[in-house]
């Protein structure tokens, strides 16, 4: 997969098709994940539809691997994502799709540079959800960067633009930003993975949590928002109030987390009220200000 000519959009019927694109992405979005619909709000418009291009894709491959059909078997699975890889890779090369996910990722690849060294490890860790039940370190090292960290570079090459010096940059940071993601939600949704779906991503975790194991693992995912933290700072004025937005609503998360018995994780799942959530938007978005100000 490569990142080739720029689609041309000049005739009013692929203008049309591309705005059907971005609206499918954003209906996903809204969906899925209020917390990152509410960074994608703050995003600059420019930034914004091709950030949600990106978590549309993302959603819909995870979709593929859990909960598109029950009475799919692993095997239908497995070729409905070889599919849905392959479609993405065609339509990076010719710049159209008649998915209108695909197309708008598409889109967004072609124009930032997001090429396979991104886009590979990200199906192969959704791959690895069909035939891995358990993760050792290393294992879940090569997951979580598929999964979770190239996403967040993904969406980095966006928010720079094509910067290539600064994405060199600043790429350990959005790396380490999507890792925390990824770690938090495994420890939120830690029921309905053993439970659910048989899989143990936190090696030596089998549903026998207890809570300094619970902190260790929370210790490192605050490691991985302290380090992003800087790189935030660093971004562009279109993305970087978003940014923070998102780690600091995950920020908050880790704690309540923490704040929550080990053994309660395995049967609900924690999260941040609207009302909290709005109180950290407020504040990000008065630091924003204050720094604009300054």
Same mark, same amino acid.
């Given at each position: ?66 909960? @598109?059909?029950?009475? %799919?078997?692993? /095997?239908? !699975?497995?070729? =409905? *994502? +070889? ?5 993405? $890779?065609? &339509? ?112 030596? @975790?089998?549903?026998? %949590?207890?809570? /300094?194991? !619970?902190?260790? =693992? *929370? +210790? ?5 928002? $302290?380090? &992003? ?66």
């Amino acid at each position: 997969m490569t990142a080739t000519r720029p689609v041309h959009t000049d005739d009013g019927r692929a203008g049309a098709y591309d705005a059907a694109a971005a609206r499918v992405a954003a209906a996903v979005v809204d969906e899925y994940s209020t917390s990152f619909g509410w960074a994608c709000r703050l995003l600059g418009p420019d930034v914004r539809e091709h950030v949600r291009a990106i978590y549309a894709l993302v959603r819909i491959a995870d979709e593929i691997v859990d909960d @598109v059909d029950a009475s %799919l078997t692993t /095997a239908e !699975r497995a070729e =409905l *994502l +070889d599919g849905f890889e392959r479609a993405t $890779a065609l &339509a990076v090369r010719r710049g159209h799709s008649t998915d209108l996910v695909v197309h708008g990722f598409a889109r967004t690849a072609r124009r930032f540079g997001i090429g396979p060294v991104l886009v590979d490890p990200f199906f192969a860790s959704m791959r690895t959800d069909l035939s891995v039940r358990e993760h050792d370190a290393e294992s879940m090292a090569v997951y979580v960067h598929g999964s979770a960290e190239v996403v967040g570079l993904m969406c980095l090459r966006v928010f720079l633009g094509g910067d290539d010096d600064a994405y060199e940059q600043l790429a350990p940071g959005a790396a380490r930003l999507g890792a925390a993601f990824q770690k938090v939600n495994f420890l939120r949704d830690l029921a309905d993975d053993l439970d659910a779906r048989g899989r143990a991503y936190f090696p030596g @975790v089998h549903g026998d %949590l207890d809570d /300094a194991t !619970r902190d260790v =693992l *929370l +210790d490192d995912v605050d490691a991985d928002l $302290a380090a &992003a933290s800087a790189a935030i700072d660093r971004l562009p004025r279109s993305s970087r109030l978003a940014v923070r937005v998102a780690h600091d609503l995950f920020a908050e998360l880790s704690r309540r987390l923490r704040a929550t018995p080990a053994a309660e994780l395995r049967q609900r799942r924690v999260r941040v009220p609207d009302h909290a959530k709005a109180r950290l938007v407020a504040k990000a978005v008065l630091r924003e200000s204050m720094r604009r100000g300054s």
